[in-house]
């Protein structure tokens, strides 16, 4: 069955640095686009980046853009976010899911989420 | 950026009757307007995506309509598992965008 699983959440502080891992299984990895989405727990959802199935398209929010960077191992079927320069609002859990197909824009599958806490 | 507005922010029904949540875009999203649904502790969920189309294992009392500006997602009679929030997202563009959610809730 099609699992995602986040990893590498934490308590950070303002300014640090934390990767993110989304390990994938039960589907053929290299074969979906995917994407970072976030919750500040209690709140709505934010998109923060995408990327294709072979890496050549990637799309960041503004509020992340030059701070967080999204990449795959596709031999590893892992996904990864690198954030730099947290800030507190940064704080939230993480998902990562995945597109549906190249051509049907569904995230159809979500990982159960990791939580990043950024504080002083 | 392509807002969502979401109404009503609470809906309070009971089981068995019929919910109507309404998302509209600041612009046109052809048909590409995905809906969710979250429980507390869980990830969301897809239920519907291209306006209409369910997804695997969604019952059929879901259903997305709409085009354009304009989108609903209607459940026809409310079971005990429905009662949540629904987040809708619009693919039409990036950055990709949330509306606000709407809470279904119990009467």
């Known amino acids: 069955q099609v699992q995602l699983v986040e990893s590498g959440g934490g308590l950070i502080r303002p300014g640090g640095s934390l990767r993110l891992s989304c390990a994938a299984s039960?589907?053929?990895?290299?074969?979906?686009?995917m994407t970072w989405i976030r919750q500040v727990p209690g709140k709505g959802l934010q998109w923060l980046s995408y990327i294709s199935d072979d890496t050549t398209f990637i799309k960041y929010a503004e509020s992340v853009k030059g701070r967080f960077t999204i990449s795959r191992d596709n031999g590893r079927n892992l996904l990864y976010l690198q954030m730099n320069s947290l800030r507190v609002e940064d704080t939230g859990i993480y998902y990562c899911a995945r597109d549906l197909s190249p051509t049907l824009r569904a995230f159809d599958y979500w990982g159960q989420g990791t939580l990043v806490t950024v504080s002083s | 950026d392509i807002l969502l507005t979401q109404s009503p922010a609470t809906l309070s029904l009971s089981p068995g009757e019929r919910a109507t949540l309404s998302c509209r875009a600041s612009?046109?999203?052809?048909?590409?307007l995905t809906w969710f649904q979250q429980k507390p502790g869980q990830a969301p969920r897809l239920l519907i995506y291209?306006?209409?189309i369910r997804a695997a294992g969604i019952p059929a009392r879901f259903s997305g309509s709409g085009s354009g500006t304009d989108f609903t997602l209607t459940i026809s009679s409310l079971e005990p598992e429905d009662f949540a929030l629904y987040y809708c997202?619009?693919?039409?563009?990036?950055?990709?965008?949330f509306g606000g959610g709407t809470k279904v809730e119990i009467k």
């Open positions: 291209h306006t209409s």
């Open positions: 612009q046109s999203l052809g048909n590409y």
């Open positions: 997202l619009q693919r039409r563009d990036w950055p990709l965008t």
């Open positions: 039960g589907f053929t990895f290299s074969d979906h686009h």
